[in-house]
T-cell receptor, first 116, second 116 residues
Framework: NAGVTQTPKFRVLKTGQSMTLLCAQD?????MYWYRQDPGMGLRLIHYSVGEGTTAKGEVPDGYNVSRLKKQNFLLGLESAAPSQTSVYFC???????????????FGPGTRLTVT | AQKVTQAQTEISVVEKEDVTLDCVYETRDTTYYLFWYKQPPSGELVFLIR??????QNEISGRYSWNFQKSTSSFNFTITASQVVDSAVYFC?????????????FGSGTRLLVRP
């Protein structure tokens, strides 16, 4: 089992370029998340998905779009990259539990993105 | 508002010392979960522990122990007899069920350096 994988691992973009980050999971988890990690700020939620075909905005969604056409994949798109989007991006998955029981999230290895 | 505060930005100890990482949270929910994650220098996030809001028993796992106190909204993490391999960034996180999904709110992290 690969768990949660992210492609690519590193990327350098010029301002205004676009790109897509791919998150893939083989754990059959319903929930998937995209976070960004910036120095001194912990992880902040960009977008999330509660199932195939559904997505929703998190805490910092501006400048990003997402899609979840297949249960196992969650794509994060940057249409016009800006230097403020330089960050480490993490994908995570979570098994559906109950309101009274929350499973842990499993994280991918991260993608380091630099926008110049 | 939901919030997690890790006031200690960085802690440096000598091997074999005990160290406590503080975590204070704010939430308006009665049902919630608290987590600790470890991020070693390699960058991945590793799940350490989950605790629900109805279980205030302390937990011990080898050299790791956690103290959950609802009265002070704290969920502190102690490493006994620290080792160099404990050097990492540690994140405390609060999980709530909201908008049909689980939301994980991270603290800003505490960087622990264990010196030989």
């Amino acid at each position: 089992n690969a768990g949660v994988t992210q492609t690519p691992k590193f990327r350098v973009l010029k301002t205004g370029q676009s790109m897509t980050l791919l998150c893939a999971q083989d754990m059959n988890h319903e929930y998937m998340y995209w976070y960004r990690q910036d120095p001194g700020m912990g992880l902040r939620l960009i977008h999330y998905s509660v199932g195939e075909g559904t997505t929703a905005k998190g805490e910092v969604p501006d400048g990003y779009n997402v899609s979840r056409l297949k249960k196992q994949n969650f794509l994060l798109g940057l249409e016009s990259a800006a230097p403020s989007q330089t960050s480490v991006y993490f994908c995570a998955t979570q098994k559906m539990g109950l309101r009274t029981f929350h499973y842990e999230q499993y994280f991918g290895p991260g993608t380091r993105l630099t926008v110049t | 508002a939901q919030k997690v505060t890790q006031a200690q930005t960085e802690i440096s100890v000598v091997e074999k010392e005990d160290v406590t990482l503080d975590c204070v949270y704010e939430t308006r929910d009665t049902t919630y979960y608290l987590f600790w994650y470890k991020q070693p220098p390699s960058g991945e996030l590793v799940f350490l522990i989950r605790r629900n809001s109805f279980d205030e028993q302390n937990e011990i796992s080898g050299r790791y122990s956690w103290n959950f106190q609802k009265s002070t909204s704290s969920f502190n993490f102690t490493i006994t007899a620290s080792q160099v391999v404990d050097s990492a960034v540690y994140f405390c996180a609060l999980s709530e069920f909201r908008d049909s999904s689980y939301k994980l709110i991270f603290g800003s992290g505490t960087r622990l350096l264990v010196r030989p």
